[in-house]
C-alpha cells in the first residue's frame, strides 16, 4: 500500500490540502490504486474495505481526514485549526515547500496557484519531477522554461535521474523522455533506451 507522509510549509494556506483532498476523492471515484490505497491506510473505516466499496462510499469528508493524517494530524479540524491560526498570525507568503511538493505530484491547479502567491523556480527544481516520473509536473515546468538542469548545472543529470529512479511509472518515464528528445536530447540507438522510451520495436536516433 501506499504511504505519504506531508510536511506543512512555514507559512501554510488552507487552499493547498482543500485541493488535495478534493484531488484524492476524484482520484478514488476513477479507482485509482493509489489513492484507494491511501484512503484505506489511513482512514479507519476503509481499512478492509474492497475497491468498489471504497470508491462508491468515499466521501469528501473522508478524502479530508486522509490528507490530515498525511501531515500528521489526527482530524481536518485540527489541520483547519493548525493552518488557519497560522495564516492570521503570519500572512501566507511563502508557499516553496507546499509548491515543490505540488509539481512533484503533478498538482498543476495547485502548482500555479502557489506560483502566483511568490513560489519561485528554484535552480535543479525539474530534478523532483524526473524522480518521480511525473510527466505532469515535468511539463509544466518545461512550458514555463525552467532549465533541464540540476541545481549544478549539469544539463545530464535530469536524464539521468530519469533512466535511474527507484519510481516506477512507465507512462511518465515515456512522456517526459519524449520532451528531452524534442528538447535536442540524443542517447544511443540500443535495445535498452528503446525500452526506456515504450518503443522496443522501434529505433531512434534524435538529432538536434
Avoid at 124 to 140: H, Q
Wanted: aromatic share 8%; proline share 5%; net charge positive.
Amino acid at each position: 500500500m501506499s504511504t505519504v507522509s506531508r510536511g506543512l510549509p512555514a507559512h501554510p494556506h488552507l487552499d493547498v490540502p482543500k485541493k488535495q483532498a478534493q484531488e484524492l476523492l476524484a482520484q478514488s471515484k476513477k479507482k485509482l490504486t493509489d489513492a484507494l490505497d491511501r484512503i484505506r491506510r489511513r482512514h479507519p473505516r476503509f481499512h478492509t474495505a474492497d475497491v468498489d466499496t471504497t470508491s462508491s462510499h468515499v466521501k469528501l469528508s473522508d478524502a479530508q481526514l486522509v490528507i490530515a493524517r498525511e501531515y500528521g494530524f489526527s482530524s481536518w479540524t485540527l489541520l483547519k485549526k493548525r493552518i488557519t491560526g497560522n495564516t492570521a498570525a503570519l500572512g501566507a507568503r511563502d508557499f516553496q515547500y507546499a509548491f515543490d511538493r505540488a509539481l512533484l505530484h503533478g498538482d498543476l491547479e495547485i502548482a500555479r496557484w502557489l506560483h502566483e502567491q511568490g513560489a519561485v523556480f528554484t535552480p535543479g527544481i525539474i530534478m523532483g519531477s524526473c524522480e518521480t516520473l511525473n510527466d505532469r509536473g515535468f511539463v509544466f515546468l518545461d512550458d514555463a522554461g525552467v532549465p533541464l538542469m540540476d541545481a549544478k548545472g549539469d544539463w545530464l543529470a535530469p536524464l539521468a535521474l530519469v533512466l535511474e529512479t527507484y519510481s516506477r511509472n512507465p507512462t511518465g518515464k515515456h512522456a517526459i523522455l519524449q520532451r528531452f528528445r524534442e528538447r535536442g536530447y540524443q542517447w544511443a540507438d540500443t535495445p535498452m533506451m528503446a525500452f526506456h522510451c515504450g518503443d522496443p520495436d522501434q529505433r531512434h536516433s534524435p538529432h538536434r
